[in-house]
């Protein structure tokens, strides 16, 4: 009867062990959970600031062939000042 007693004692102890790995685990998955949201929603930050980087990129790239075109044109119109003799 001892024997069996102390059976039953090991085996509530290992379900109590099994209940604090559970209870871990689950403690542990609500974490990871809450970190892949953060990490989504930064993700999302990045790809909009991504997103916005690279019209930013676009104008300026508009910008520049707009400044060589006037500056053609002003180096046009400096040179046929220059040729009037002004």
Do not use: C, P, W
Not at 8 to 33: A, C, F, H, M, P
Not at 42 to 47: A, I, L, N, T, V
Request: net charge negative.
């Amino acid at each position: 009867m001892t024997s069996e007693l102390e059976r039953v004692k090991i085996l509530e102890g290992k379900i109590s062990q099994v209940v604090e790995y559970v209870n871990k685990l689950t403690d542990e998955n609500q974490r990871l959970k809450h970190q892949i949201k953060e990490l989504r929603s930064e993700k999302k930050s990045f790809e909009e600031q991504a997103k916005k980087a690279e019209k930013i990129d676009q104008a300026m790239e508009k910008y520049e062939d707009e400044r060589e075109i006037l500056k053609d044109k002003i180096d046009g119109i400096i040179s046929q000042i220059d040729k009037i003799g002004i």
